[in-house]
Every structure is written in structure tokens, then in C-alpha cells.
């Protein structure tokens, strides 16, 4: 009886040992500021057409600060299923280079000096598109499909390389279900602006001459050339 008791007392320990691990300085929030749960599974189907990159899904996606002062974040990302010739890219503080297969990636560090820190991200669904000839639906396979499990870390400083302290896990499921649907190119009409950055994912204090990525109030993104 005393083993049984032992075994169970055991087991329950390990549990609360291991819920205790989930750090909570950080939550996932979606465009609406919503919280999104640990374990929670989402899905984004709404296709928008990028200046640049043609047909896109973006995932409207934050990580939201839940402590005071300044903390370092970092976003982990396994992407287990990708449809061959479209690709990823997250813009988390600065712009990763566009994943084109499933695998195991992370973000750049962001010392989280707002409340928020947005992705920035979009599921490109025609890694070859060119935006100065290409039809953007001409390539785009319908059925398509993504998935991707993200994890927020806890860093102590800009230059940690380590795995971090884990928060919260979230996935999503990417999937074009009808390229008919695209919503049509990104514009002002879509909110108003509250940010700029730069293509490495720097914030500008007024747009610059170039390619600017353009964040609006309603969490949508779009990049657009200034002359």
C-alpha cells in the first residue's frame, strides 16, 4: 500500500513539477489583442495580396509583455509541414530569411522594451513569385497547407544563446483553401498606421526612402516602396 501511495505521490509531484516550468512573462495575443492560451491550436486562412510577395497568409500574431521593465524574448518555431514552393518568413524585431522547408528555427532577440512585439510573419505561397511580371495566383497551388508550433523564451540579455526559460506554446495551421479568395493588396483603407520599419526589421521614426514594412492599428503589415 505504502509503494502504491509512493508511486502516486510521485507521479503528482512530477505533474506540478512540470506545469510549474511554463513561464508566464510572456502570452501569444492575436491582431485583437486577445490572449491565446497554452496548447491552444489556431487556424489562418485569410489570404491577402503582398506588393512583393504576391498571395500571403499572415498569422496576426504578438507576444504581449505580462512583467515590468525590460525582458528579453525570443520566438521558437518548429514548422512541421510545409507545401513544397511556398516559404516562411518572420519579421520579430528583424527579418529572418524566408524558410522554405519544415525544420526547427527561432527569431531574432527583442528586448521587449513595449507591451507588445509584433511577428510580422507571412506564409509566402509562391516562394518564386515575381512582382514585376508574375500573375500572383498563376503559381499558387490550392490546398496548401502549414503548420507551426511556437514557443516564447525568456532570455537574460540580447547575446543569450541558450534555450531560455519556456512560455507558452501555441501552433498554427496555415491553409489556402481557395486562392479565389484573396482579399486583395494591403493598403491605408485597411487601418490606420502606427509603425514603420525597415526590411531588417528596425523601427523608423518617419518612413525612408525605400522599402518600408508598414504596421496598421488593426495588426495587419504591408511592405511599401517610398520615392
Known sequence: MRRVFTLALSLLTGSLFANAQI???????????????????????????DTFYGPV????????KNVEGSVYARVDYTIKEMTEGTAYQICFVNCKSPNLEAGSYTSAVSPMMGDTEPFMDEWILDANYNPFGDDPVANVKPGSLMTITYTVKKLADANDTSDGIAGPSITVEFTNEDVTSISGTVSEDNGSIVAYYSLDGRKLTAPKKGVNIIKYANGKTAKKVIR
Open 57 to 64: 497568409i499572415h498569422s496576426g500574431l504578438s507576444v504581449k
Open 23 to 49: 513561464d508566464n512573462t510572456f502570452s501569444f495575443i492575436d491582431a485583437e489583442g486577445n490572449v491565446i492560451e497554452d496548447g491552444t491550436t489556431i487556424k489562418r486562412t485569410n489570404i491577402e495580396n
